[in-house]
């Protein structure tokens, strides 16, 4: 920190020391960071009053170090004794007489806090007295966070080249956005609605957070109050926490069903906020009669039976639907997929296994411990007489069966024989499960390794059938190694061919709108051409040494780098006369057809790439389709492309100012083309209404005559009846 500041910290605290102000400094964060600017920036913003101030008590610091004691007259900056001047210099000497009055008092405030004591003055002490260091602290946390918001503010504002391509966001407009803003009653009124209406939508962050708030007491349910209708020990010793855990369970479930009736859906594609259509379409679905089901408080029979029945819960396992809810959101939410099928894979296994588990020991106890070889050994013998012996050893025989290993004590009983017949049975499906499973999600997991390779594969066959130089092959070798090492390996346009053109224009340029922003090409087009030129662009790598386009070749793409460095060389392929980064095009002059141009089509530059090099490529094609309805851009690209002529000398100007001639005769008949299609177009559609008036008319006429038809046969039948 500066002298500068210290003196800045005396201005704003005249009770602190010189130590203190260097302390004080020290707490703050270093000038070289975003918040050290802007204090920096703060300070040196001062006002020139305070800039007087400064400098005085500047005097006033050194000479405190020093031991020394002046007049606040002899420290003064300010003038004491102006010349006489005109009205509007007397205004200045006015104002600065009272600034320098101001100091004064500071200063010989600053004097009576000093010691008086001849000669040699004692260290002042690091901070004098509560009110001092009071406002340290005070001063400390509002420029933190005036400087943390400042911060805040400029990271969340929006990049201009996103916010002009994706356009203002759509803003949900009230109801009743057209009242009177001075009507306050209604305000007030509108205010109440907003608060007593509160909707979830089933897409947003929030709705997820719950599913995993109320999938916590699901799973507890389902693990545990099956191991406590089993294990009675294990019920007993913590009765307490156990209901703790079981009311705030209800009381969640409780809130849930609450929410649920709360719950958007969307109606024609917009969310559904009316309250009685909400509480309709929950109320008639299987999950609320389920989920009222799992709320009877069916525990109200512990009076009778006492607190250690757990079983009279069961009916809280019917809420499961919540917590595969969230599974199934969370699969889709994560950036790891196959990872997470595997963990909830696992975890179903472990539910299963912890299931059969408990079910085996009630099957012992309910056949009687010890009672054969097959049963649980009885609890009497020291050595299997305690809960975490009781649940391991479960636990082990219930994974020895499900996984079909076998090497547990045969059944002895028939219900015995009946349930291990059933757990092999299960055993076989989760076997089954867990090898189809697992094995599909590592070949997904490899999927994009196995297809590259695959690619790699076919093009060494081929390289070896067709006797290709060591050295070519080397080379392709090590363009497929860049690609897979830098991950460009994906074919972007097949992973995004699902989304909407909208939706890939958009990921396009968020992905590479480092690179978009540098382009000259798109830093004013228009909204719409930017979407249409994104999608046409096609990536492409180029090895080091290898030539984007030679001079004289007919020119068929323009290219945008995106990574890398590209030369301008001559023909030696050698001297270099320019460096192309990354942002910049080129290719544009020889696919634009400009008029004058010497070399009509042809490339006017050796290009080449002097390391691994990114590229966008954009087909002459593909150009003049999206800038036909963009004139302006195409104004802007052939302008571009004349002032580079115009440098190199390659513009006929006398043939420029011929095709700007007949342009006006081309844009007559371009207009005219224009307007026979519009014709074309109303023609078709009148052509179109007559059939259909003819169609409806001829069905109308059809109709009238089987009427009378029928009118016809009801008259004569009426005659032939009245005939004796």
Same mark, same amino acid.
């Given at each position: 920190m500066g002298a500068g500041h210290e003196e800045g910290c005396l201005v704003l605290l005249p009770d602190i020391s010189p130590q203190g102000c260097q302390v004080l400094l020290s707490l703050l964060t270093p000038l070289s960071s975003p918040w050290g600017r802007q204090w920096e920036q703060c300070w040196y913003s001062l006002s020139p009053a305070q800039a007087c101030a400064r400098g005085l008590l500047a005097g006033r610091?050194? *000479?405190?170090?020093?031991?020394?004691?002046?007049?606040?007259?002899?420290?003064?900056?300010?003038?004491?004794?102006?010349?006489?001047?005109?009205?509007?210099?007397?205004?200045?000497?006015?104002?600065?007489?009272?600034?320098?009055?101001?100091?004064?008092?500071?200063?010989?405030?600053?004097?009576?806090? *000093?010691?008086?004591?001849?000669?040699e003055q004692p260290a002042a002490p690091l901070f004098q007295?509560?009110?001092?260091?009071?406002?340290?602290?005070?001063?400390?946390?509002?420029?933190?966070?005036?400087?943390?918001?400042?911060?805040?503010?400029?990271?969340?504002?929006?990049?201009?080249?996103?916010?002009?391509?994706?356009?203002?966001?759509?803003?949900?407009?009230?109801?009743?956005?057209?009242?009177?803003?001075?009507?306050?009653?209604?305000?007030?009124?509108?205010?109440?609605?907003?608060?007593?209406?509160?909707?979830?939508?089933?897409?947003?962050?929030?709705?997820?957070?719950?599913?995993?708030?109320?999938?916590?007491?699901?799973?507890?349910?389902?693990?545990?109050?099956?191991?406590?209708?089993?294990?009675?020990?294990?019920q007993k010793t913590y009765v307490v926490l156990w209901l703790?855990?079981?009311?705030?369970?209800?009381?969640?479930?409780?809130?849930?069903?609450?929410?649920?009736l709360r719950t958007g859906f969307l109606e024609q594609g917009l969310l559904v906020k009316d309250l009685k259509k909400l509480r309709d379409n929950y109320i008639h679905t299987l999950q609320f009669k389920l989920d009222v089901l799992s709320i009877l408080?069916?525990?109200?029979?512990?009076?009778?039976?006492?607190?250690?029945?757990?079983?009279l819960r069961f009916n809280r396992l019917l809420h499961f639907s919540r917590m595969f809810e969230f599974f199934?959101?969370?699969?889709?939410?994560?950036?790891?997929?196959?990872?997470?099928?595997?963990?909830n894979l696992v975890l179903y296994i472990l539910v299963i296994i912890h299931w059969n588990a408990c079910i085996y020991y009630a099957i012992s106890k309910a056949i009687g411990f010890g009672e054969d070889s097959w049963v649980y050994p009885n609890v009497t013998d020291p050595e299997y007489g305690y809960l975490t012996r009781e649940y391991v050893y479960c636990l082990y025989w219930s994974t020895l069966t499900l996984t079909t290993i076998g090497e547990t004590p045969p059944p002895v009983r028939d219900e015995e024989y009946l349930f291990v017949i059933f757990d092999f049975l299960i055993g076989v499906l989760i076997f089954a499960t867990i090898v189809g499973n697992v094995g599909s999600m590592i070949s997904n997991m490899n999927a994009t390794r196995a297809e590259f390779q695959a690619k790699i594969d076919a093009i060494k066959h081929y390289m070896q059938f067709?006797?290709?130089?060591?050295?070519?092959?080397?080379?392709?070798?090590?363009?497929?190694d860049y690609l897979w090492t830098n991950k460009k390996a994906v074919d972007e346009r097949e992973v995004l061919k699902n989304l909407p053109d909208k939706l890939r224009a958009e990921i396009a340029i968020n992905v590479h709108l480092e690179t978009l922003k540098k382009v000259r090409i798109f830093q004013d087009c228009e909204a719409g051409l930017l979407v249409e030129l994104v999608l046409k662009l096609r990536p492409q790598v180029f090895s080091p040494g290898d030539y984007i386009c030679r001079k004289g070749d007919i020119g068929k793409e323009m290219y945008i780098i995106k990574e890398g460095k590209l030369a301008v060389v001559a023909d030696?392929?050698?001297?270099?006369?320019?460096?192309?980064?990354?942002?910049?095009?080129?290719?544009?002059?020889?696919?634009?057809?400009?008029?004058?141009?010497?070399?009509?089509?042809?490339?006017?530059?050796?290009?080449?790439?002097?390391?691994?090099?990114?590229?966008?490529?954009?087909?002459?094609e593909d150009l003049m389709e999206a800038v036909t309805?963009?004139?302006?851009?195409?104004?802007v690209l052939e302008e571009r492309g004349r002032e580079i002529l115009t440098k190199e000398g390659l513009l006929d100007e006398s043939a420029a100012e011929a095709s700007m001639e007949g342009k006006s005769v081309e844009e007559k008949l371009d207009r005219l083309a224009l307007n026979l299609d519009t014709l074309h177009t109303c023609f078709g559609r009148l052509l179109r209404e007559y059939n259909d008036a003819q169609m409806k008319l001829k069905q109308r006429i059809t109709v009238l005559e089987s009427q009378l038809r029928q009118q016809d046969l009801e008259d004569f039948s009426d005659s032939s009846d009245s005939l004796p």
């Open positions: 610091m050194t *000479a405190k170090s020093n031991g020394l004691h002046r007049s606040p007259a002899a420290l003064s900056p300010c003038p004491s004794a102006p010349a006489p001047a005109g009205p509007d210099e007397e205004g200045t000497e006015l104002s600065t007489t009272r600034t320098c009055s101001t100091q004064d008092e500071a200063s010989s405030e600053l004097q009576r806090r *000093a010691p008086v004591a001849g000669g007295g509560r009110r001092a260091l009071a406002r340290i602290v005070r001063l400390v946390l509002v420029l933190r966070d005036w400087a943390s918001k400042s911060l805040h503010e400029e990271q969340q504002r929006p990049d201009p080249f996103l916010e002009r391509f994706q356009g203002p966001e759509l803003q949900m407009v009230a109801a009743d956005a057209g009242s009177d803003p001075e009507d306050e009653e209604t305000e007030e009124k509108s205010k109440k609605k907003k608060w007593q209406i509160f909707v979830v939508d089933p897409a947003g962050d929030w709705y997820y957070r719950w599913l995993a708030v109320i999938a916590v007491p699901v799973l507890y349910n389902w693990c545990l109050l099956v191991a406590r209708a089993c294990f009675s020990d294990l703790v855990l079981d009311y705030v369970s209800d009381c969640i479930y409780i809130a849930d069903i609450v929410i649920r408080p069916t525990d109200l029979a512990y009076f009778a039976v006492g607190l250690h029945r757990p079983e199934d959101r969370t699969e889709t939410r994560t950036s790891y997929p196959n990872i997470f099928r595997i963990s067709r006797k290709v130089s060591k050295d070519m092959e080397t080379k392709v070798i090590k363009w497929f030696d392929g050698t001297t270099q006369y320019a460096l192309l980064t990354a942002g910049g095009c080129f290719g544009e002059i020889s696919i634009l057809n400009i008029k004058g141009s010497k070399m009509g089509n042809r490339r006017t530059a050796n290009i080449r790439s002097l390391g691994y090099s990114d590229l966008f490529c954009l087909s002459k309805e963009y004139p302006d851009a195409k104004k």
